[in-house]
Antibody, heavy 121, light 109 residues
Framework: QVHLQESGPGLVRPSQTLPLTCTVSGGSIASGGHYWSWVRQRPGKGLEWIGYIYYSGTFYYNPSLKSRLSLSVDTSNNQLSLKLNSVTAADTAVYYCAREDRRGGYKFDSWGQGILVIVSS | QTVVTQEPSLTVSPGGTVTLTCTSS?????????PNWFQQKPGQAPRPLIYSATKTHPWTPARFSGSLLGDKAALTLSGVQPEDEAEYFC?????????FGGGTHLTVL
């Protein structure tokens, strides 16, 4: 069973870059067949899809974030990375990584536990 | 901007049946929208329940079912249990990107 674990700083200063990593265990990113998404949830609010990346590097970003967002994949370490530039307090949220399987239907079948990132000076 | 709309809140009695819906501002929700449904309880990650409108995960309780109702996606809970009180989110696919609904808070009372 695949396991996803987010990691990164819990506090980021405004205007700085938010860097997060998602470590995948129990399955290889490079085996293909899965898309890897990032999702966030502002305090007390709903879920927001941030974007996804495929092991080959193919990606798709939420249009509202794409000017500040960069997703990448490190197949050698079985990790995903997110970088969000020029953050503001509005980027304070719990950030999740999730696996999307498009075989036999489009399904999000595995989620990390999430990491709270606070943007504050 | 694409907006996915859900009922903000619903209340159901234990043992009852309730249907949550998910609509798209761009038009009808179809099988090509690949509707996904998630349950989320406070402090927890979303738990997948339904994908591709009607398909269940191995861990999805039998009382949860998904469907396409007219131009909407729907999640029906039959024989609601107290532990079903939670927030429920739908997720729709728009040819590359995904958009979440605002969520429905389900109260079991």
């Amino acid at each position: 069973q695949v396991h996803l674990q987010e990691s990164g700083p819990g506090l980021v200063r405004p205007s700085q870059t938010l860097p997060l990593t998602c470590t995948v265990s129990g399955g290889s990113i490079a085996s293909g067949g899965h898309y890897w998404s990032w999702v966030r949830q502002r305090p007390g609010k709903g879920l927001e899809w941030i974007g996804y990346i495929y092991y080959s590097g193919t990606f798709y970003y939420n249009p509202s974030l794409k000017s500040r967002l960069s997703l990448s994949v490190d197949t050698s370490n079985n990790q995903l990375s997110l970088k969000l530039n020029s953050v503001t307090a509005a980027d304070t949220a719990v950030y999740y990584c999730a696996r999307e399987d498009r075989r036999g239907g489009y399904k999000f079948d595995s989620w990390g536990q999430g990491i709270l990132v606070i943007v504050s000076s | 901007q694409t907006v996915v709309t859900q009922e903000p809140s619903l209340t159901v009695s234990p043992g009852g049946t309730v249907t949550l819906t998910c609509t798209s501002s761009t038009g009808a929700v179809t099988s090509g929208s690949y509707p996904n449904w998630f349950q989320q309880k406070p402090g927890q990650a979303p738990r997948p329940l339904i994908y591709s409108a009607t398909k269940t995960h191995p861990w999805t309780p039998a009382r949860f079912s998904g469907s396409l109702l007219g131009d909407k996606a729907a999640l029906t809970l039959s024989g609601v249990q107290p532990e079903d009180e939670a927030e429920y989110f739908c997720l729709l696919y728009y040819g590359g990107r995904w958009v979440f609904g605002g969520g429905t808070h389900l109260t079991v009372l």
